[in-house]
Structure formats: structure tokens, C-alpha cells
């Protein structure tokens, strides 16, 4: 039987969901919303970001949020802290907070110069600035290993595809930096913001990080899904990691997402929670969620947005897989999206349904 790496999930809803959302869902909207993800069997919750409510508005209720909702033993809930101020605030609901410490220090750059100033309002260059900073705090603490990470890390909006040469070039400089210092490098972080992740590009791209930097085991992956190819490309990631790797990947339920500042805005999108669960458990790879539960997440989800969201799962159902689950083969015709949730509400979805025979 096939060997896959070890998978750590990220549920990004409430950050990379909401922040791209409308301003005005109710706070105890996102409230209930988060106690039912609570409830689904998912570790590591992400519940939002302490940014500046003056370019993320979204985020302007996180304080009220953390008062409210009621934190479940067991899960990991984090937050996005963008600086020292936001790292104070977070402070002040740590517990529930899990204050996220990265377990190496990192050396990290984006290959778009563009982005990262739309983004983050500073430029590549001064990224690379910081890194002999980084390293040298890192020796001082006396840490142990390191690791190295690209963000837009296959292609850019603004300046098109980014290569195998490029990538390897980057990554290359920071490793040297720590080897220099004799701090092993064992973890790499590999972001996509702007949704330039193709299957066989992200194949190409670990085989030559495993070949040319054995020693990293540790794979930290952020797709994101404007052009459909988030499930592919982790389908790819997870047949080019070995069982002795350890692969850390984000998604939202619903497959809701997005960065404003890339260009595609909603239409962004991550892989859908329910989606990749789902393939994950089909191909042997336990994840301890409850997939019934994770798509009554993400109806609730829908009627928060008043639309559809953009998962399959969640409209169409898991594999019917044992005879219980198997459809009734002398069902009416089923042709809308509420007659096809038939497969947690039963007959009653599609009771008014024409049969197709008497």
C-alpha cells in the first residue's frame, strides 16, 4: 500500500474567507459559524487577523468575535498577527489564542516585487534585507534548524510566470545564509497567492527540493484556486512527498478566499475543506473530520453569503460507499441543487420530484 506523507491541515475560513467577504455579516453570524467548525472533528482553526480595520474592515469585529465564541478543548485557534501592535492585541485572548510560533525561524521572500508592495507596502529588496537579522537571532537563540520559503512562488498577476531556475535560485541564497551559520535547513514554505499553481509545476518544483536539500522534511503549501487548480496541484504535492515528510496545507470551507490586493478578488478562492477531506480520506489518509458536519458548516456558510459557495462535496454529496448510502434507484428525476442535498436531508429533498417511471 501507498505511503503518503503526514498531513497537517489549516482551516482558513474566517481569516482568508472573511477578509475578502462582505463588511457586514453579522458578528454572531461568524460566531455560530465558528463554534459549528468546532464541532467537525478540524484541529487547527484559524479565527482571523489583527490587522488594520482601515485596509481589512472584515476583520474589525475579531476582538467581539473572541469574547463571544465559546473555545473547544483539543483545537489549536490562531490568528494572523501582521506586527507588534497586532501581536498585543492577540495577547490579550491567549487562551483561547494559541500565539502561533513558527517551529524554525524562516527565511522568507516573494518572487513578485509588485505584490509584495501592494501587500505589504514594502519591496522584495527589503525582505532580503532582513535576512542576515533573522539569521543572527537565530544563532543567538541557539536554534537548531531553519528553514526557507518563496511567496508567489510560481507566477505573478503582474509579471508573469516565474520558472524552476528562479525558484531554486532564491531558495538557494537563503539556504546558503543558514549553511554559513551551520543551521540545517529542514522546512520549506511555498506560497501562491495569486493562483499560479500547476500540478506538474509544483511536482517539478518538490522532486528538485528533495533532491538537491534532502534534509527537508517539512512542506508548508498555501494554493490558492482562481484558475481550478488547487486540488490538483495537492493531489501532486502529496504523490511527490514520502511518508517520512510531513506537509502542512491551508484551505476554507467552501473554497472561499481571497486577497484583494492580487486582482482576482472572491474569485480567488483556496481548495474547499470539504473537497480535499474528502479525497484525502478516499485515498487512505485519515483526517479525524466529519465530513457530514464540515458540509452543514458550509450550508451555513452559504446562507451567511446569500450565494452558492464553490465546493462540490458539499452539493453533490460524498461517494455513496456501502449500501446504505447507495441512492435509491427508484428516485424522482433530481436536477436542482436543493434536491440534490437529498444525500444528508433524505426523500424530503426531492419528494416533488417527477419520477422517471411508474
Not at 34 to 51: D, H, N, P, R, Y
Not at 98 to 117: G, I, M, N, Q
Not at 140 to 151: D, Q, R, T, Y
Not at 319 to 340: G, R
Request: a neutral charge.
Amino acid at each position: 500500500m501507498r505511503q503518503w506523507p503526514k498531513v497537517e491541515y489549516k482551516e482558513e475560513c474566517m481569516r482568508e474567507g472573511m477578509q475578502i467577504e462582505d463588511v457586514n455579516i453579522p458578528v454572531e453570524q461568524k460566531v455560530r459559524l465558528l463554534e459549528a467548525l468546532s464541532e467537525t472533528g478540524l484541529k487547527s482553526i484559524v479565527v482571523g487577523s489583527f490587522v488594520s480595520p482601515r485596509y481589512t474592515p472584515q476583520m474589525a469585529c475579531i476582538d467581539e468575535l473572541l469574547r463571544r465564541f465559546r473555545p473547544k478543548p483539543g483545537i489549536t485557534y490562531t490568528a494572523l498577527v501582521a506586527n507588534p501592535r497586532g501581536e498585543e492585541r492577540a495577547r490579550a485572548y491567549s487562551p483561547p489564542l494559541t500565539l502561533e510560533r513558527e517551529p524554525v525561524p524562516y527565511l522568507r521572500c516573494h518572487l513578485c516585487d509588485v505584490f509584495v508592495r501592494r501587500n505589504f507596502n514594502r519591496s522584495q529588496s527589503q525582505e532580503i534585507e532582513r535576512w542576515p537579522q533573522i539569521v543572527a537571532r537565530a544563532r543567538e537563540k541557539g536554534s537548531v534548524a531553519a528553514g526557507i520559503g518563496i511567496n508567489a512562488a510560481w507566477g505573478s498577476n503582474f509579471l508573469g510566470p516565474f520558472t524552476l531556475g528562479q525558484r531554486m535560485e532564491m531558495l538557494g541564497r537563503q539556504h546558503a545564509l543558514w549553511e554559513e551559520t551551520g543551521i540545517p535547513v529542514t522546512h520549506v514554505s511555498l506560497g501562491d497567492p495569486m493562483s499560479w499553481n500547476f500540478p506538474h509545476e509544483i511536482e517539478e518544483t518538490l522532486r528538485a527540493i528533495k533532491e538537491r536539500w534532502p534534509a527537508i522534511t517539512h512542506f508548508k503549501l498555501h494554493f490558492h484556486n482562481a484558475r481550478g487548480m488547487s486540488m490538483p496541484s495537492t493531489y501532486a504535492a502529496l504523490r511527490s512527498l514520502e511518508a517520512a515528510d510531513t506537509v502542512y496545507l491551508d484551505g476554507a470551507i467552501g473554497g472561499i478566499g481571497g486577497c484583494p490586493y492580487c486582482g482576482n478578488g472572491r474569485a480567488t478562492g483556496m481548495v474547499a475543506t470539504e473537497d480535499l477531506m474528502h479525497l484525502l480520506e478516499r485515498m487512505g489518509i485519515a483526517t479525524g473530520v466529519d465530513l457530514d458536519k464540515v458540509i452543514d458548516c458550509v450550508w451555513m456558510l452559504e446562507e451567511m453569503l446569500g450565494r452558492p459557495a464553490t465546493g462540490h462535496v458539499s452539493k453533490a454529496g460524498p461517494c455513496p460507499i456501502t449500501p446504505k448510502e447507495w441512492y435509491d434507484p427508484n428516485m424522482p428525476l433530481v436536477e436542482t441543487f436543493e434536491q440534490a442535498r437529498h444525500f444528508r436531508l433524505g426523500p424530503k429533498a426531492y419528494e416533488k420530484g417527477q419520477r422517471p417511471w411508474k
